[in-house]
């Protein structure tokens, strides 16, 4: 097994931790690398049913922690009621003011959750299963749960569990490769288990200004390339894509992103709605990224938004279709109110299809992809 990168990854995690209890917090630990704060997340819930279906990802969640180590600029999840209508608990836990601004700076674990999730699983009688869900559990979508090795054992517990109930799991990770450490579980579950990652472009520079923590694109990469070579299927979120790559560096990307033979690639272009957008242009401008944070600033006019995104979604089904691809768009269906009459079918009969994966016991699309006008 090529175990060498996730516990090469994980040891040096350990080396930069130590442990600290002020007074103000409650079991905390802060990275003096990065100034991450960590606990305990006292939440009960263990299942949450998920509106992730509209996706075609899941009908349920599962997170490990509450917060997030990548500190990803664009993330909406801050702007989320799990985040939003819980500020009194993560003052008193880690000591967070403004959850969206200090986004990336502080974790709240849920260690044991594997444990109870197994016996929650044991007890349940009923299980969502919608058309476009297919009853799957997104482990995690609001956190990465392979952010660092503490998450990871849970996550470990988690897909265990999952799997061992026969319930489909996609896990989705920036940092696959420490996911291999856990490779026998991944292999054990079979069918039951997909694991996929964000690769939203190879531009090693502009991806590190907004996702300035996160493993680089390359390294996400070659971790599902590793689960590929095991067997373990995989998928590949091609989201979101930035302003500044033109149909050349998307086809370079999607021919790299081929290699790891993904069952589905989900794409998306960029949403310049909510206040993370705001933060996603200014770390663009303070990692000197000039270029990134100027064609992110034309998205705010809202046509620049509409030919940018329209123009995306039509060049990565095009490539998809030449590079024998599985690509599966995913419409804004704000964006839908603002084009013509024949794109806008064209977006929503993307919205409709199911994505192409033989994951889940799914009735695969037959026939052609939906056909976009002439003119998008």
């Known amino acids: 097994m090529k175990l060498e990168y996730g516990f090469l990854y994980h040891f040096l995690f350990l080396v930069n931790v130590f442990v600290r209890r002020p007074k103000k917090y409650n079991n905390t630990m802060t990275n003096p690398q990065d100034s991450v704060r960590t606990g305990k997340d006292p939440t009960k819930a263990i299942l949450s049913e998920s509106g992730l279906n509209s996706k075609h990802l899941c009908d349920y969640v599962v997170n490990v922690a509450t917060g997030c ?34 986004w990336g ?10 444990e109870r999730l197994d016996g929650h699983l044991d007890r349940k009688q009923v299980w969502r299963q919608t ?20 998450a990871g ?19 989705l990770t920036r940092n ?42 390359d390294h996400r990469l070659r971790g ?16 979101p894509t930035y ?39 200014t770390a663009a401008e303070e990692a000197g990224e000039d270029e990134l944070a100027a064609e992110l600033d034309k998205l705010r006019d809202r046509e620049k938004w509409v030919e940018y995104s329209v ?32 794109t806008a079918t064209w977006l929503q009969s993307w919205r409709d299809r199911q994505s192409p994966e033989e994951f889940a016991e799914r009735d695969t699309p037959n026939g052609n992809l939906p056909q976009f006008p002439a003119i998008a």
């Not at 600029?73 to 967070?96: A, Q, W």
């Not at 995306?312 to 839908?336: A, N, R, S, T, Y």
């Open 69 to 102: 180590r990548h500190g990803c600029k664009f993330c909406y999840v801050p702007s989320t009621p799990n985040i939003r209508t819980r500020p009194d608990m993560l003052e008193e836990e880690v000591g967070v003011k403004n959850g969206q601004k200090e």
């Open 105 to 114: 700076q502080y974790i709240l674990y849920r260690d044991g959750l594997g």
């Open 131 to 150: 058309r476009r869900g297919r009853g799957v559990v997104g482990v995690s979508f609001s956190t990465d749960c392979y952010m660092d090795g503490r």
């Open 153 to 171: 054992k849970i996550t470990r517990n988690v897909v265990d569990a999952l799997t061992s109930h026969e319930k489909y799991t996609r896990v």
């Open 176 to 217: 696959p490769i420490l996911a291999l450490q856990d490779i026998d579980v991944f292999k054990q579950a079979g069918e039951y288990v997909t694991v996929g990652s964000s690769i939203p472009s190879m531009d090693s520079d502009q991806l590190r200004a907004i996702e300035p923590s996160a493993p680089a694109a």
């Open 224 to 239: 599902l390339q590793e689960f590929n070579e095991h067997g373990v299927q995989t998928f590949v979120s091609l989201s």
């Open 243 to 281: 302003p500044t790559q033109n149909k050349q560096d998307l086809r370079e990307q999607l021919e790299q992103i081929s290699t790891c033979e993904p069952a589905v690639v989900f794409h998306e272009p960029i949403n310049p709605r909510g206040g993370n957008f705001g933060m996603t242009i």
């Open 311 to 342: 123009q995306h979604l039509q060049w990565v089904q095009e490539i998809g279709q030449e590079l024998d691809l599985p690509v599966h768009l995913w419409p804004d269906k704000e964006l839908i109110k603002h084009v013509s009459d024949e």
